[in-house]
């Protein structure tokens, strides 16, 4: 069965990076984008990019361009964000999801991270 | 960006028709399909598929979840409802980027 699993929660310094991961499972990690998708406490979902794994091409909503840069490593399945010069916005849950690339919808969700930006 | 608009909540009573609408400021049709999807979310849970591209029930979804619409205006309907809807629902679209979704409906019971 598809399984996408999360790393742990992190806090993180303002000004700081980190590298949040997903280990896909279940499927052929190549043949699907894998997407990132950020959600405030209370908040709605907003889109962060995706990567396709096969070749590493890589698509970011503009809003997120300098702050997510998107990665994946064929050899262990598993996609990567890092997300640099944080501040309390980027306080949030992060999802990976498996992209269903021809109607662009998201069929698999990890259980999120949440990354917590404070002093 | 393309904005869609979802109530922000809704209350119905167990064994009713639940009717959860999201609206874009942008025609999401493209080729004979409609490019909106829906999602289940529970407290502290990631999202669920639901439907996908308008109408179609994704895969272990209970039939009582269906979607219609077109253009701009779709619906997502449960009936009857059970306790265990109890949650927040998400529309997305993917006919332009930047993917978007809705604002969420929260579903309760009366």
Known sequence: ?119 | DIVLTQSPALAVSLGQRATISCKTNQNVDYYGNSYMHWYQQKPGQQPKLLIYLASNLASGIPARFSGRGSGTDFTLTIDPVEADDTATYYCQQSRNLPWTFGGGTKLELK
């Not at chain 1, 590493?56 to 300098?66: A, L």
């Not at chain 1, 702050?67 to 598993?78: E, G, I, V, W, Y």
């Not at chain 1, 916005?89 to 992060?94: I, K, N, T």
Request: glycine share 12%.
């Open chain 1, 1 to 119: 069965q598809v399984q996408l699993q999360q790393s742990g929660a992190e806090l993180v310094k303002p000004g700081s990076s980190v590298k949040i991961s997903c280990k896909a499972s279940g499927y052929t990690f190549t043949s699907y984008d894998m997407h990132w998708i950020k959600q405030q406490p209370g908040n709605g979902l907003e889109w962060i990019g995706w990567i396709y794994p096969g070749n590493g091409n890589t698509k970011y909503n503009q809003k997120f361009n300098g702050k997510a840069t998107l990665t994946a490593d064929k050899s262990s399945s598993t996609a990567y964000m890092q997300l640099s010069s944080l501040t309390s916005e980027d306080s949030a849950v992060y999802f990976c999801a498996r992209g269903e690339t021809q109607g662009g919808f998201f069929d698999y969700w990890g259980q999120g991270v949440m990354v917590t930006v404070s002093s």
